[in-house]
């Protein structure tokens, strides 16, 4: 966006900012917020969002801004289905809970009397490994996203390699984000109940809510039309990419869905898991979902804090949460490449907002959060639009200035210690299974999976910059070590993973 009408945007946000009162009525409000959405979206360079907001119960928003896919000019509406990410958890938790409540499971079951072949790296963690840590990020797992991110692992694989993950802290003595553990979850809900987890989320939550346009897998939302395509920054452009598939851990993340329809899922999360007056989980359950159980250092928290300065951030079974200006907020977020999700919970103020996006990591999510809350709290003095795109773009200025330094460690005149075909083979490792370093036209190739490969361009003694054939993952620098005796080929490291060769 030329700087002239960036700053224009602004002016716009901040007006609509500052002439919003809490005397105003609700759909005033929603007016002078409808206006900022719009703007919001467009200063960020989203091509489509659509956003929900629940009060006291109504539903006073459910609307869509901007396009499904800039190569089309089909509108998003408040029935279009984005992937929702992450988001996903908080359902597979209250899934959870509606087991616990028929007395099928407890929280503090130990997950091996479920799932025997499930098991960590350390055997007492197997051992004393229990339902609710499936759900808290704080098993000693480090992040093991590879196994899934654009690989050809089924989910019974992507389970049974946990087993070889080395802790990457003690256990329950930390919090690293994890995806797999959710799977589990996933696959302990499908054990105790006798059903798969989609139909189970389809009967127990989807159906009994009315969220007719919810879809438990990618592969399952295809027969919806109505969809938005996701985006991302290609050589500074917004452009469309392909879906990228979470079905293999589809309990960590797969769920496609519309604002219309998470409207009616804050509802129910508001009146503290009841639809039309029926409790679909017991009130102590309910509770439970929102008990803080781990504290995330705020280092490891979003980068609003900088802003928001919350005093503690915590998560709770499927939630992040912090306190912000006196009140309890529980969120999350959702992301896969080209596409965002959030969702916010203020059970003080009877409020929830929901927000779906087509562009990668477009934080306007986290403006739009805030902003909606501070609305119906009575006290909009920030352009949070404005403020967390200034943010992100010193974040994104220090990440542009680390790689201006690698660039400059670079020893152009050296060249690889062996011949090019000497790289060639298969390399492995137990964890992360076998990649392939393959050789045409006098350059190397790395193949990891089916869906994703990678160009290699000589970048200093034997270093490598890797091209990901996903235009938007960017660059990696791999490295190629030798063998102390012998002098061949040995290991191929890949950040922080390393592959010993087992063949030519």
Not at 62 to 85: C, E
Not at 259 to 273: E, P
Not at 464 to 481: H, V
Request: charged fraction near 20%.
């Amino acid at each position: 966006m030329p700087k002239v009408v960036g700053r224009i945007a602004s002016i716009v946000l901040l007006f609509c900012v500052t002439s919003i009162g809490y005397s105003q009525s609700q759909s005033e409000l929603i007016e002078k917020l409808d206006s900022y959405i719009e703007q919001a979206r467009q200063q960020w360079e989203v091509p489509g969002l659509s956003v929900a907001i629940v009060k006291d119960g109504e539903v006073l928003l459910t609307k869509g801004y901007g396009v499904r896919s800039l190569t089309t000019p089909a509108k998003v509406d408040q029935n279009t289905i984005f992937s929702i990410g992450s988001t996903t958890k908080a359902m597979v938790s209250a899934a959870m809970g509606m087991l616990v409540d028929e007395g099928l499971v407890s929280w503090e079951d130990k997950v091996m009397e479920y799932l025997p072949d499930f098991q960590l790296y350390d055997a007492y963690a197997s051992r004393e490994l229990r339902v609710r840590d499936l759900f808290t990020h704080n098993a000693g797992l480090g992040n093991a996203d590879l196994l899934w991110y654009y690989n050809d692992l089924g989910s019974d694989e992507i389970l049974e390699r946990i087993r070889r993950l080395k802790p990457a802290y003690p256990f329950r003595g930390g919090y690293t984000y994890q995806n797999i553990m959710y799977l589990a979850a996933g696959k302990l809900i499908a054990k105790v109940s006798g059903k798969p987890w989609p139909e189970f989320m389809q009967e127990r939550i989807f159906s009994p809510l009315g969220m007719n346009n919810t879809y438990p897998t990618l592969q399952a939302s295809q027969q919806q039309k109505n969809r938005s395509i996701p985006h991302h920054h290609i050589n500074d452009q917004v452009t469309p990419i392909e879906d990228c598939s979470a079905d293999p851990i589809a309990p960590a993340g797969a769920i496609w869905s519309s604002v219309s329809d998470m409207a009616k899922w804050m509802q129910f999360l508001l009146d503290t898991g009841k639809v039309n007056g029926r409790a679909l989980l017991e009130l102590e359950t309910y509770q439970e979902l929102f008990k803080p159980q781990v504290i995330i250092p705020r280092e490891q928290f979003y980068p609003t804090t900088a802003l928001t300065n919350p005093t503690w951030t915590t998560y709770g079974l499927g939630w992040f949460q912090h306190d912000y200006q006196g009140y309890a907020l529980q969120f999350h977020t959702g992301s896969l490449p080209g596409t965002v999700a959030i969702i916010g919970l203020v059970p003080e103020l009877d409020l929830g907002v929901y927000m779906l996006g087509n562009l990668d990591h477009a934080e306007v999510r986290h403006a739009l959060l805030y902003q909606v809350i501070d609305a119906f709290r009575g006290e909009m003095t920030q352009d949070w639009s404005t403020e967390f795109k200034r943010l992100y773009k010193q974040i994104a200025t220090r990440q542009t200035l680390q790689r201006k330094e690698l660039m400059l460690s670079r020893q152009s005149e050296t060249r690889t210690s062996k011949r090019i075909a000497d790289y060639v083979g298969i390399y492995y490792d137990p964890f992360w299974g076998k990649v392939e370093i393959q050789e045409s036209d006098d350059k190397l190739q790395l193949k990891v999976s089916s869906q994703l490969g990678a160009e290699l361009e000589h970048w200093h003694y034997d270093t490598f910059n890797a091209e990901w054939s996903r235009k938007w993952m960017g660059d990696t620098l791999i490295s190629f070590e030798l063998a102390e005796l012998n002098g061949e080929v040995e290991t191929l490291k890949i950040g922080n993973r390393q592959y010993k060769r087992i063949s030519d």
